[in-house]
């Protein structure tokens, strides 16, 4: 059965950097669209970044211009790296993929999460 498998979480200190990865453990036609997620401990679930095979790219405004959303098919697997991180980036990630065909979506893939902890 299909599933996504994170990686790439961990304690840093502030201004450090992480990349978290989401591999597809079965076989997959290909990512059409994919997003990462996160939630803080008494927090609702928040979107970070969300991106599209056409080239289409979404961040927060809180993560704009540190992390970075990409996408390797060949590997069946989407990357977050993150970058100049801060304490307020704290949280669970959780990545998701999207199989489209047309406008139908195919699957509908959550990874299991992947904790990042930012301190000092």
């Known amino acids: 059965q299909l599933q996504l498998v994170e990686s790439g979480g961990g304690l840093v200190q502030p201004g450090g950097s992480l990349r978290l990865s989401c591999v597809v453990s079965g076989s997959i036609l290909s990512i059409d669209a994919w997003g990462w997620y996160r939630q803080a401990p008494g927090k609702e679930r928040e979107l970070v970044a969300t991106a599209r095979a056409g080239g289409d790219t979404n961040y927060a405004d809180s993560v704009t211009g540190r992390f970075t959303i990409s996408r390797d098919n060949a590997k069946n697997t989407v990357y977050l790296q993150m970058n100049s991180l801060k304490p307020e980036d704290t949280a669970v990630y959780y990545c998701?993929?999207?199989?489209?065909?047309?406008?139908?979506?195919?699957?509908?893939?959550w990874g299991q999460g992947t904790q990042v902890t930012v301190s000092s």
């Open positions: 998701n993929i999207q199989t489209i065909w047309g406008t139908l979506i195919l699957k509908d893939l």
